[in-house]
């Protein structure tokens, strides 16, 4: 069974930066994608970054495109977003996800069927 337990969320102000951590087992953590969603109130959960099972590939929204960087450690099987000028937009649920199938890139919300249970991230004004 997949666990994915996330860490690192908070209160922030505008301007201002958080790391968040998402630590994973029970799969084979160098050999799948792992992607960083986001849900706000009211709104579609939102794919914000991705990156290949190696690392050497990585997608990003492009409202988060320059601000957010993602990143792995796979002998720690864990993956990182740091998140930097950050925006009351940005508030939001964030959930980090792991692909179902080995290797590639996962760029959509169907490709991931293991996910976190979410980090509250609140940037205020």
């Known amino acids: 069974q997949v666990q994915l337990v996330e860490s690192g969320g908070g209160l922030v102000q505008a301007g201002g930066s958080l790391r968040l951590s998402c630590a994973a087992s029970g799969r084979p953590f160098s050999t799948r994608a792992m992607g960083w969603f986001r849900q706000a109130p009211g709104k579609e959960r939102e794919l914000v970054a991705a990156?290949?099972?190696?690392?050497?590939?990585?997608y990003y929204a492009d409202s988060v495109a320059g601000r957010f960087t993602i990143s792995r450690d796979n002998a720690k099987n864990t993956v990182y977003l740091q998140m930097n000028s950050l925006k009351p937009e940005d508030t939001a649920v964030y959930y980090c996800a792991m692909k179902r199938l080995p290797y590639g890139m996962g760029r959509t919300q169907n490709e991931y069927d293991a996910w976190g249970q979410g980090t509250q991230v609140t940037v205020s004004s």
């Open positions: 990156i290949s099972y190696s690392g050497g590939s990585t």
